[in-house]
């Protein structure tokens, strides 16, 4: 499963961005980790396939996940960003349903999101 991510980018505290990825087949859980320097990787928020959500208390009604299946992409809508926001985004893929406990098995590279103060 190759996975294709964009977006990302340089925005001040307050504003929004715009995750997507796409991946290459039809797979059950998608979702977005994140690693900031010096820091463990966490994981951000996932969807699987039949539309369930989980986000981390960090992010909660600041961020949402959402999934078009047909096209096989996930999309996070990122709002009221704040500097603790800034890290390496990663898009990860799983065709189980263990991949809360187990990690996900596919990975993207990650695209850096930068929030300034």
């Known amino acids: 499963v190759q996975l294709q991510a964009s977006g990302g980018g340089l925005v001040q505290a307050g504003g929004s961005l715009r995750l997507s990825c796409a991946a290459s087949?039809?797979?059950?859980?998608m979702g977005w980790y994140r690693q900031a320097p010096g820091k463990q990787r966490e994981l951000v928020a996932a969807?699987?396939?039949?539309?369930?959500?989980h986000y981390s208390d960090s992010v909660k009604g600041r961020f949402t996940i959402s999934r078009d299946n047909a096209k096989n992409t996930i999309y996070l809508q990122m709002n009221s960003l704040k500097p603790e926001d800034t890290a390496a985004y990663y898009c990860?893929?799983?065709?189980?349903?263990?991949?809360?406990?187990?990690?996900?098995?596919?990975w993207g590279k990650g695209t850096l999101v930068t929030v300034s103060s």
């Open positions: 087949e039809s797979i059950n859980a």
């Open positions: 969807i699987t396939s039949g539309g369930s959500t």
């Open positions: 990860a893929a799983d065709h189980g349903s263990h991949w809360y406990d187990n990690g996900m098995d596919y």
